[in-house]
């Protein structure tokens, strides 16, 4: 996986967050059975870098553990 494009986050001192960051907060989101948030900031990755596979299988993953 390579992580090259940084996103900006308004409202968090503004400084700038690299995808592979987010990747691994968005893994802590999942790890903790924080699904809703995990999907939030795999979204995040994805929005930066539309074709990284590994977020998009970690996000329809958190997506299926959501309670309907």
Avoid: C, W
Avoid at 2 to 20: H, N, Q
Avoid at 27 to 47: S, T, W
């Amino acid at each position: 996986i390579k992580f090259g494009k940084v996103i900006s986050l308004e409202g968090i001192g503004g400084g700038t967050v690299s995808p592979a960051v987010i990747f691994k907060r968005a893994m802590k989101y999942y790890r903790d059975g924080q699904y809703p948030e995990a999907v939030l900031e795999f979204n995040k990755v994805l929005d930066a870098e539309p074709t990284n596979e590994k977020a998009m299988d970690m996000m329809q993953k958190a997506s299926g553990k959501i309670k309907k």
